[in-house]
């Protein structure tokens, strides 16, 4: 079974910016990018295929960019113009998920 490994996660400023990373100890194929914020469930932030064909949800539109070296089994999520409601742990995993799912990445949008 493939490992994912989230990394990049931080604290920053409301209009700051960070990039997640997604290392995989395999071949990936359609992946996403989640997130839980306290008290919330869990909920796909952005999705891309091997394709590189891409959907975001509607509150990271134009802010966040999902992307993907396939040759290095890497996802990353580039997220600008932070605000305090992105706050969240961060979670990669396959699209649509499986069981299973690591540590996450700590993102937290305060001032």
């Known amino acids: 079974q493939v490992q994912l490994v989230e990394s990049g996660g931080g604290s920053v400023q409301p209009g700051g910016s960070l990039r997640l990373s997604c290392a995989a100890s395999g071949s990936i194929f359609s992946m996403g990018w989640y997130r839980q914020a306290p008290g919330k469930q869990r909920e796909l932030v952005a999705g891309i295929t091997r394709g590189g064909r891409t959907n975001y949800a509607d509150s990271v539109k134009g802010r966040f960019t999902i992307s993907r070296d396939n040759a290095k089994n890497t996802v990353y999520l580039q997220m600008n113009t932070l605000k305090p409601e992105d706050t969240a742990v961060y979670y990669c995993?396959?699209?649509?998920?499986?069981?299973?799912w690591g540590r996450g990445t700590q993102v937290t949008v305060s001032s």
């Open positions: 995993n396959e699209h649509p998920p499986r069981p299973g």
